[in-house]
């Protein structure tokens, strides 16, 4: 079985912290994912990463930022943590098919972070 | 308009009852159709993967793709109280290599 680990189920920090989310796949995937999961707005794409030190725009990455030293492993960064980055974040992984989105993807459990 | 549009619930059914569960789109370019289960305080995890039009099946979980129509199902039969989640749906556009979500429907069966 594929398995997605999130550093941390909860987290809270503080407005203007620096903040790092980890996540680490066990399955030798090369697509890995960050998203957040808010109430009403489901699941949004954040970065994504198809390869080692390779990064790509989601949807909503502003005030966000990624690194992938390592195949197994993605980190999310929250440059300046801002009230408004509350959220679920989930981490997701998937092996390489013939575009980034034709293999699914598996979750992590997610960090639910909060901001104060 | 939102390209993945999902009722979002929530939904009761007594155990046993056939569950059906739905999402709407509006992006012709979709093409990958798949069905996420997520308990609460967990990850999704995939349920159904189909990508081409009519039905899939796998145990008591029926997945249904309407392309012309731009509609999507999944109908549970016998259901049980372990069923209980939230379902998203989740499509995959080739031209942009993203998956969009729904925002999920929230289903709980009252044993």
């Known amino acids: 079985d594929v398995k997605v680990t999130q550093s941390s189920r909860y987290l809270v920090k503080r407005t203007g912290e620096k903040v790092f989310l980890e996540c680490v796949q066990d399955?030798?995937?090369?697509?890995m994912f960050w998203y957040r999961q808010d109430p009403g707005l489901g699941l949004r794409l954040i970065y994504f990463?198809?390869?080692?030190?390779?990064?790509e725009k989601g949807d909503i990455p502003e005030g966000y930022s990624v690194s992938r030293e390592k195949k197994e492993r993605f980190s999310l960064i929250l440059e300046s943590a801002s009230t408004n980055q509350t959220s679920m974040y989930l981490c997701?992984?998937?092996?390489?098919?013939?575009?980034?989105?034709?293999?699914?993807?598996?979750f992590g459990d997610g960090t639910r972070l909060s901001i104060l | 308009q939102k390209e993945v549009e999902q009722d979002p619930g929530p939904l009761s059914v007594p155990e046993g009852a056939i569950v059906s569960l739905n999402c709407t789109y509006s992006?012709?370019?979709?093409?990958?159709f798949m069905w996420y289960r997520q308990y609460s305080r967990k990850g999704p995890e995939l349920l159904m993967y189909?990508?081409?039009?009519g039905n899939k099946e796998d145990g008591r979980f029926t997945a249904q793709v309407d392309k012309s129509s731009k509609y999507i199902s999944l109908f549970i039969r016998d259901s049980q109280p372990s069923d209980s989640a939230t379902y998203l749906c989740?499509?995959?556009?080739?031209?942009?290599?993203?998956?969009?979500f729904g925002t999920g429907t929230r289903l709980t069966i009252i044993p």
């Open positions: 997701a992984s998937s092996p390489s098919g013939e575009t980034l989105g034709d293999q699914p993807q598996h």
């Open positions: 399955m030798d995937h090369e697509n």
């Open positions: 990463s198809y390869d080692v030190k390779m990064k």
């Open positions: 992006n012709s370019a979709f093409q990958y």
């Open positions: 189909t990508y081409s039009s």
């Open positions: 989740a499509m995959i556009d080739f031209g942009n290599e993203k998956l969009t």
